[in-house]
């Protein structure tokens, strides 16, 4: 029996796997930010306590919270024979491939007895001058423009719905799009490798070495043999279909028949699919406006006689190939907001169409997104409003801060 089970994006939500943002945020620059995909430092203090009042509504929902640095740390706990391994593939991807730096870096891990605060060191990344006493001579931290990092953080770690999605009882993990994000589906590899309550239960759907990059806000449980994915600025068209490959005649246990995939402009504001569009009841979609104009609708099917998928467009109204595809007689879809251009610009970039549905109908939503939030709120949805602006300037929202690991069927 598997410990993840998802086949929905909208049925009660059980438990879900966060990340605390921690030091890696205070490891952003003005200059890194591009780089590490941020557009402005948050004040980390305040970021914290915006994501406490985001797992205390979740637990207040009735939903079990874990969070990703305690299962890294439980992963090592239990086996320590591990953590060598560990350390130096990060350090390896962490781009330390001198053997001096590597040695000082282990050395100045060394210091870490505790494996909570070791994993957490790995994420927040490692400044030349913390290393005080160890750190040396190095020229390269002396010419002007030197980086005052060793290792980059990894700060964009909270937005937990990308680097792996849970499918059915498996686990999609990803290549990522980004250098700085990379490395990131390291802890999830090792979780669902080594962790006890884990290990040998969650089949790898697609494999983080893989060349396609594909990330986990673009993938969307319909129900059990429908998944729609989006082609986006991180996920590939052959990632998907490298992935419906694998769904389709290589995972005995999943049950996924057809992928549907939505081309939605390459931007840095629609990154990923759940961006613009998500789901928040059986019939019922929040949408960006935006994308409607060049969106382009694929369905990816098993082709069995040729061991290959069948793709097929479908143009018409969205809300037609949607009910179609999902078995219902009306979908209905909810504009960002709520049919005013200006707004639906300013809220969807605040990722006012980025919602956590825990339940048919009630959805957790950042609360200055006004507009859109009111819009669902008079039709008849159960709007929780967290209230946060530094999480925000990340460029991420409710549900890309969550990455359900339970939810009822
Ligand atoms: N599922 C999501 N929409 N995640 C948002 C991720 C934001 C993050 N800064 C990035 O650019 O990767």
């Not at 040695?103 to 505790?114: G, R």
């Not at 980059?152 to 849970?166: G, I, Q, V």
């Amino acid at each position: 029996m598997s410990n993840i089970h998802v086949t929905s994006e909208i049925k009660t939500l059980k438990k879900v796997l966060l990340h605390r943002p921690g030091d890696e945020l205070l490891n952003l620059t003005p200059d890194t930010l591009g780089e590490l995909l941020f557009d402005d430092i948050p004040d980390l203090a305040e970021a914290q306590l915006e994501h406490d009042r985001f797992a205390q509504i979740l637990r207040d929902n009735g939903v079990e919270v874990v969070y990703l640095e305690d299962l890294m740390a439980e992963t090592l706990d239990a086996h320590p024979e591990i953590k060598e391994k560990f350390l130096d593939q990060w350090l390896e991807e962490s781009g330390v491939h001198t053997a001096v730096y590597h040695k000082i870096i282990k050395d100045f891990l060394a210091k870490f007895k505790n494996n909570k605060e070791l994993v957490l060191k790995t994420m927040a990344g490692i400044t030349f001058s913390e290393l005080g006493e160890i750190h040396t001579n190095f020229l390269v931290d002396r010419i002007e423009t030197a980086s005052h990092l060793l290792v980059n953080p990894m700060p964009n770690l909270y937005f937990t719905r990308d680097p792996f999605a849970s499918v059915g009882n498996g686990a999609v993990i990803n290549r990522m799009y980004s250098v700085t994000r990379n490395r990131e589906t390291i802890y999830a590899d090792y979780i669902f490798k080594y962790h006890p309550e884990f290990a040998g239960n969650v089949p790898d759907l697609y494999g983080r070495n893989n060349h396609f990059h594909i990330e986990g806000g673009d993938v969307l449980n319909v129900n059990e043999k429908l998944l729609f994915i989006g082609i986006s600025q991180r996920t590939q068209a052959e990632a998907i279909q490298d992935l419906a490959m694998k769904m389709f005649y290589e995972n005995e246990g999943n049950k996924i028949e057809t992928i549907l995939a939505f081309n939605i402009p390459n931007s840095r504001a629609f990154m990923h699919l759940d961006t613009v569009f998500t789901q928040i009841d059986t019939d019922a979609f929040t949408i960006h406006p935006g994308i409607m104009g060049t969106l382009q609708v694929f369905a990816i099917t098993k082709d069995a006689a040729k061991h290959d998928v069948k793709i097929e467009e479908h143009t018409g109204k969205l809300e037609e190939i949607l009910a179609k595809f999902m078995g219902l007689p009306k979908v209905r879809l909810f504009p960002c907001g709520a049919g005013d251009a200006l707004a639906a610009e300013r809220e969807q970039w605040n990722d006012g169409s980025n919602t956590l549905t825990i339940a048919p109908g009630k959805i957790i939503v950042y609360k200055r997104n006004y507009v859109t939030n009111k819009y669902l709120k008079e039709n008849g949805f159960t709007v929780l409003e967290l209230e946060a602006s530094n999480l925000c300037v990340g460029r991420g929202g409710p549900r890309c801060m969550s990455m359900p690991l339970i939810r009822e069927d």
